[in-house]
């Protein structure tokens, strides 16, 4: 925690430019909810609402997500010294956070390097910590590929859950996460997503697919399509472009027929 206050004081700064009346609120999910074994039967109801209401900040488009990357400090005993990446929860929790989230709202924290000012679209310079911390977005995971391969890296011990049962309550999470954060865009009056300036090729391409067409089976599009943007600023082949949404700054494009049921046929655009 010592480590993040130089970042936590920047981040405040930059709400009090909105306002001296606004402040940051910083969820830390092991020191926010209570954890097993618990001391009292009301802090196991807590926890069981709290876990569900979990999905509220890590789903939301506009919530800083801070990946923690870095390896714990030196000197000390530590009864889980595996990192980031090869933990069950972090694992869901940087999956749920690259669903529908802004760009600019996925930082990890293993690189930062002392900025003294968090950026924004008007200044996004090196020594900002959006500059420097932008974290490299990948698609979003369809729920059911995110099973399989959260089923298949605990059983090869690459992922770890401090609690074995945990690791389905947190398929399920995300499957529903994802459908409520995927219907929260489409009932929008904008109702885009953007994809846009990270990269991506055809492996990005083909993974982004896969989530779009779950969503045209599982979620709900009352208002019509959402248009997708994932043109600019990747390196996708024109036969992987195909396959997706056309470019959502055609206005004249038809929406794609996903071969879902209903409504949902013509999903996205």
């Not at 306002?19 to 069981?48: I, N, Y």
């Not at 000197?75 to 529908?100: I, K, P």
């Not at 949404?245 to 879902?260: C, H, I, L």
């Amino acid at each position: 925690l010592r480590r993040l206050l130089p970042f936590l004081k920047v981040m405040l700064a930059e709400a009090k430019r909105d306002s001296p009346h606004c402040t940051v609120g910083v969820m830390v999910d092991f020191l926010c909810l209570p954890q097993k074994p618990f001391a009292t039967e009301e802090d196991g109801a807590r926890f069981g609402v709290s876990l569900k209401a979990i999905n509220a900040w890590y789903f939301h488009q506009f919530t800083t997500t801070l990946l923690v990357t870095t390896p714990p400090p030196e000197g000390a005993d530590y009864s889980n010294t595996r990192l980031h990446r090869d933990r069950g929860w972090c694992f869901f929790e940087q999956a749920a956070s690259m669903v529908v989230k802004d760009n600019n709202c996925l930082l990890d924290f293993g690189a930062y390097e002392g900025a003294t000012e968090f950026g924004d679209a008007l200044n996004y310079g090196p020594g900002t910590c959006l500059a420097q911390m932008k974290a490299g977005r990948k698609p979003p995971i369809a729920p059911d590929a995110l099973g399989e391969r959260m089923r298949a890296r605990v059983a090869s011990d690459a992922l770890k859950f401090t609690a074995n049962a945990d690791m389905e309550l947190v398929i399920g999470q995300y499957e529903e996460g994802f459908v409520a954060a995927i219907n929260r865009v489409a009932a929008e009056d904008a109702r885009s997503l953007y994809f846009e300036n990270l990269g991506w090729g055809d492996a990005e391409a083909a993974e982004l697919r896969l989530a779009l067409q779950y969503a045209a089976a599982k979620c709900a599009f009352p208002e019509g399509a959402v248009a997708v943007g994932v043109t600019h600023g990747n390196r996708i082949s024109e036969e992987a472009l195909a396959t997706l949404p056309p470019p959502s700054k055609d206005e004249s494009a038809e929406s794609v027929d996903w071969g879902a049921p209903g409504d949902a046929r013509h999903a996205w655009k």
